[in-house]
Nanobody, 126 residues
Framework: QVQLVESGGGLVQAGGSLRLSCAASGRTFSTYAMGWFRQADGKERKFVSAINISGGRTYYADNVKGRFTISRDNAKNTVYLQMNNLGPEDTAVYFC???????????????????WGQGTQVTVSS
């Protein structure tokens, strides 16, 4: 069982930055690939970014490439999402998720993840 707790959301002006964190419980964090998804009001939850078990490979949705950076610290059981140059279109609830022994083919697929956090709200004002 893995419990995920996101933090770092908030209100920011367009062009600003935020860093989201996702702290995982348990001793097996290093066996999980991690992903970030977001869900805007009335919209479906969509893939944002993912990172493999070692942290050596990262993946991004096209609309965040060059602005967002995912990273992980296995010693701290934490995954991060650094978000720069935010725009109103980035407003959403952001969720982190864990996928046991996740591989690229599955990391972009929402229904392939095993555990989810409760989400943290990110609001970007124009």
């Amino acid at each position: 069982q893995v419990q995920l707790v996101e933090s770092g959301g908030g209100l920011v002006q367009a062009g600003g930055s935020l860093r989201l964190s996702c702290a995982a419980s348990g001793r097996t964090f290093s066996t999980y690939a991690m992903g970030w998804f977001r869900q805007a009001d009335g919209k479906e939850r969509k893939f944002v970014s993912a990172i493999n078990i070692s942290g050596g490979r990262t993946y991004y949705a096209d609309n965040v490439k060059g602005r967002f950076t995912i990273s992980r610290d296995n010693a701290k059981n934490t995954v991060y999402l650094q978000m720069n140059n935010l725009g109103p279109e980035d407003t959403a609830v952001y969720f982190c998720a864990a996928q046991l022994m996740g591989v690229y083919a599955n990391l972009l697929e929402r229904n392939k993840y095993d555990y989810w956090g409760q989400g943290t709200q990110v609001t970007v004002s124009s």
